[in-house]
């Protein structure tokens, strides 16, 4: 008897915890095949994953809901391949120089270039549609700094952490800033940083409240990390993005507030399991006879 002829063993899974980047980890998919096997799972379900992804998607939920934003504008691969010109007169038109070229869906600044006139905008743009058929530009902010500020929680019942600020950021964080820098295998946490931010209070209390709001507008649940850039002179706050499933988990900004690694992983399966029974409570099934019905010809014309 080979491999193949045995029969299936079914093996019980207490919860998922996945520990993914990027897309088909990230991005729903992944929280979407736990959800059709019925396993419960750590962090944000489908529709905050997807929209986490996208930033196209996120930010126009950002702007719906009065979150602070750079301007930004998008097209699609297959209209930049059609008609060159129309799209650089289009993004030029809408968004100032510099500016960043993002992929929609993709993270770990995988695809980022930043432009400062025409030619550097095609640069940019040739390499991000390598990545994505939907690409984001976005205008830079004047000489900005990063804050980041994590969320833990569930609908309405959200924490905030301490905030961070990278030292090692200039325009953006590489992917090489993130992953490969001082040792991979201490992920974000080998990442030069300041721990609180070095900002003023109000300031820190401002990004937090915004952290909650953008945790809430996308239905997150169990930890996320939102990324804002701030500028030095006026020190002005925009949302950047979220990251769903952030790098180490972000727990280096919850042991300040005296919440250990271990206490977090407890949380973010309790948070797992709490969203489990609540959508075990739906109904996912209608009993109906319209199909019988349609079947005989009874459905035309009945109330």
Known sequence: AGLFKKEAESIKVDVAFPALHGMHGEDGTMQGLFELANIPYVGS????????????IMKDIFKANGIPIVN???????????DRESVL????????YPMFVKPANLGSSIGISKAKDRAGLVDAIEIAIRYDRKIIVEEGVLDPVEINCSCLGMDDEVLTSVCEMPVSWEEFLSF????????????????????PAPIPKEKSEEI???????????????????????????????VNEINTIPGSFAFYLWEPLGISFKDLTDRLIQYSLKRYDEMNENIYTYDT????KASLGGVKGSK
């Open 289 to 292: 006879k319209l199909l019988e």
């Open 72 to 82: 930004y504008t998008w097209f699609l691969r297959k209209d930049y391949e059609g």
């Open 208 to 238: 937090k409240k915004l952290s909650a709001e953008v945790f809430k507008a996308l239905d997150c649940s169990g930890v996320s990390r939102i990324d804002f850039l701030m500028e030095k002179s006026s020190l002005k706050v925009y």
């Open 176 to 195: 090489d800033d993130k992953y490969m820098r001082q040792g991979s295998s201490k992920g974000m946490k080998s990442a030069s940083r300041k721990i």
């Open 89 to 96: 007169n289009k993004v030029e038109g809408k968004v100032k």
């Open 45 to 56: 379900a489908v529709t905050g994953s997807a929209v986490g992804m996208d930033k196209i």
